[in-house]
């Protein structure tokens, strides 16, 4: 539901839609992430779910990292598009 309210808002610059995208993947994650944190207010103690966190945090990180080295200009639009980091970017 979400995923599919999504894909125009990213394939606007694309023609065809593509849910195996660096952006994609990454809005999926931040959703992901999101959800997350908001669980973690009411169940503190819940581990494997904050394990599983860590994990989801590290891929997206490495999807960032990629895509930083690969295109500055989609990445710089992705993080303000998401809000994922503070203004730090160079």
Known sequence: MVKKSFLP??????KEENSG??????FNFTNKIRRL?????LHR???LSQRGLRKILGKRQRLLSYLSKKNRIRYKKLINKFEIRESQIR
């Open 37 to 41: 944190t908001s669980h973690f207010e």
């Open 21 to 26: 995208s660096v952006e994609f993947q990454v």
């Open 9 to 14: 808002v990213i394939s606007q610059e694309k």
């Open 45 to 47: 103690k819940d581990y």
